[in-house]
């Protein structure tokens, strides 16, 4: 904290525990462990340290701006949710992955934010875990399934074993926007919610990644509770970043596509638009240093910003423009140049090529068609990672 420019801190370092973390610190402190049945809840904590400092801010420095990074953990895995969460899904997902896939495929198109086709399921994709199929279902139980397969071939006990953890899934996520909810309240209550810039933008895709940690999965307890450890799992992965394709640990769309919202009444006069330009994390650094005034600093040896402030885009599309954008995550690797993304999946690859602007969803391959253009991109794809590996080396 104190090298990082916070005044306060809450780090829960124990992702593997919503209900009772063992490793979490209050500015830099070591807290104690919490046991089973203490009433904690990560989700819950992580916004209530929020308010408490927005209310001594609000106390001690009532005329100074201030930033807060409020940084959920869910819905990462395990699938821990309260279980009056829970329950506002009972029986919501009885219809499957396929048909949740394509409803939201239809209702994304029909709000405009995507204009491709529905890409197709990625059944052969194994996502990483650190046990074998059959270890898995031996630890997790007969409803597990290691694949996107079809909804329709699995058996009654695996449906329902399956759409009870999608309800746990949709009830993590909603604990997280009522306490979000709660921070925005406060701020609307003390009148400075107009004049707040508030962004929200997710992790990378949902995680097909399917595993057991920590104190391990009691198959006797109710799922979602804190003796559990669930994953959501590739076939509803699929479905929570319909229509893209993969999910978090890839590099196509389903795995890289973040949600970003921008609200600031007092400094946005095109509210309520979308905003197609595509931009990169690496672009919030440079955006809240332009929005607070200040401008980079000019330090020896530090490598100047990577991405670009976004502050134009907040009044009109189309006015940041990347020469490219970098990603490389464990095996995979993509790049992206004006419409032209490449990717890469897995240690071997090979690369695809798709043309965006037509196929966001990734459905039709032009790396055979456009080979030039392919080995173009591989080359510049290959020249940053240079260049990022030798400035790691450097620092």
Same mark, same amino acid.
């Given at each position: 904290?104190?090298?990082?420019?916070?005044?306060?801190?809450?780090?829960?370092?124990?992702?593997?525990?919503?209900?009772?973390?063992?490793?979490?610190?209050?500015?830099?402190?070591?807290?104690?462990?919490?046991?089973?049945?203490?009433?904690?809840?990560?989700?819950?904590?992580?916004?209530?340290?929020?308010?408490?400092?927005?209310?001594?801010?609000?106390?001690?420095?009532?005329?100074?701006?201030?930033?807060?990074?409020?940084?959920?953990?869910?819905?990462?895995?395990?699938?821990?949710?309260?279980?009056?969460?829970?329950?506002?899904?009972?029986?919501?997902?009885?219809?499957?992955?396929?048909?949740?896939?394509?409803?939201?495929?239809? =209702? +994304?198109?029909?709000?405009?934010?995507?204009?491709? #086709?529905? *890409?197709? @399921?990625?059944?052969?994709?194994? %996502? &990483?875990?650190?046990?074998?199929?059959?270890?898995?279902?031996?630890?997790?139980?007969?409803?597990?399934?290691?694949?996107?397969?079809?909804?329709?071939?699995?058996?009654?006990?695996?449906?329902?074993?399956?759409?009870?953890?999608?309800?746990?899934?949709?009830?993590?996520?909603?604990?997280?926007?009522?306490?979000?909810?709660?921070?925005?309240?406060?701020?609307?209550?003390?009148?400075?919610?107009?004049?707040?810039?508030?962004?929200?933008?997710?992790?990378?895709?949902?995680?097909?990644?399917?595993?057991?940690?920590?104190?391990?999965?009691?198959?006797?307890?109710?799922?979602?509770?804190?003796?559990?450890?669930?994953?959501?799992?590739?076939?509803?992965?699929?479905?929570?970043?319909?229509?893209? =394709? +993969?999910?978090?640990?890839?590099?196509?769309?389903? #795995?890289? *596509?973040? @949600?970003?919202?921008?609200?600031? %009444? &007092?400094?946005?006069?095109?509210?309520?638009?979308?905003?197609?330009?595509?931009?990169?994390?690496?672009?919030?650094?440079?955006?809240?240093?332009?929005?607070?005034?200040?401008?980079?600093?000019?330090?020896?040896?530090?490598?100047?910003?990577?991405?670009?402030?976004?502050?134009?885009?907040?009044?009109?599309?189309?006015?940041?423009?990347?020469?490219?954008?970098?990603?490389?995550?464990?095996?995979?690797?993509?790049?992206?140049?004006?419409?032209?993304?490449?990717?890469?999946?897995?240690?071997?690859?090979?690369?695809?090529?798709?043309?965006?602007?037509?196929?966001?969803?990734?459905?039709?391959?032009?790396?055979?068609?456009?080979?030039?253009?392919?080995?173009?991109?591989?080359?510049?794809?290959? =020249?940053?990672?240079?260049?990022?590996?030798?400035?790691?080396?450097? *620092?």
């Amino acid at each position: 904290m104190a090298n990082t420019g916070f005044d306060h801190s809450y780090l829960l370092e124990d992702q593997n525990r919503f209900f009772s973390p063992r490793n979490h610190r209050l500015d830099d402190k070591p807290l104690p462990a919490v046991e089973r049945g203490e009433g904690f809840y990560g989700t819950t904590a992580i916004a209530s340290h929020a308010l408490r400092w927005l209310e001594g801010h609000r106390r001690d420095h009532p005329t100074q701006p201030f930033f807060l990074y409020l940084a959920f953990t869910s819905p990462h895995f395990p699938l821990h949710a309260l279980q009056q969460d829970i329950d506002r899904y009972k029986d919501r997902y009885n219809e499957g992955w396929d048909v949740v896939r394509e409803r939201r495929w239809r =209702r +994304l198109r029909s709000q405009g934010l995507v204009r491709c #086709g529905l *890409s197709k @399921p990625d059944t052969d994709m194994v %996502p &990483a875990w650190n046990l074998t199929p059959a270890d898995l279902r031996a630890q997790v139980g007969p409803g597990e399934v290691p694949n996107a397969v079809p909804w329709s071939s699995l058996s009654r006990e695996q449906k329902e074993f399956q759409a009870a953890k999608m309800a746990i899934h949709a009830a993590m996520v909603t604990r997280m926007d009522l306490e979000a909810g709660r921070v925005l309240d406060y701020l609307r209550d003390q009148g400075q919610l107009e004049n707040t810039v508030v962004i929200f933008l997710s992790d990378n895709g949902a995680s097909a990644e399917m595993m057991v940690r920590a104190d391990g999965h009691d198959r006797a307890a109710p799922p979602g509770s804190s003796a559990t450890h669930l994953c959501l799992g590739p076939g509803w992965a699929g479905a929570a970043n319909a229509p893209f =394709r +993969l999910s978090k640990h890839w590099i196509h769309e389903g #795995g890289i *596509s973040s @949600p970003m919202l921008v609200h600031w %009444p &007092a400094g946005i006069r095109d509210r309520g638009k979308l905003r197609h330009t595509p931009v990169h994390l690496v672009d919030m650094l440079p955006t809240l240093v332009d929005l607070a005034g200040g401008k980079p600093l000019e330090t020896a040896g530090a490598p100047p910003f990577e991405g670009k402030s976004l502050a134009p885009l907040f009044q009109r599309d189309g006015t940041v423009e990347h020469d490219h954008l970098f990603f490389h995550h464990m095996y995979n690797r993509g790049i992206r140049q004006g419409d032209e993304k490449l990717v890469w999946a897995g240690e071997n690859g090979p690369w695809e090529l798709y043309d965006l602007k037509h196929d966001r969803c990734e459905r039709n391959n032009l790396a055979t068609r456009k080979p030039a253009r392919a080995k173009a991109l591989a080359e510049l794809w290959e =020249r940053r990672e240079r260049e990022f590996a030798q400035q790691k080396l450097s *620092s």
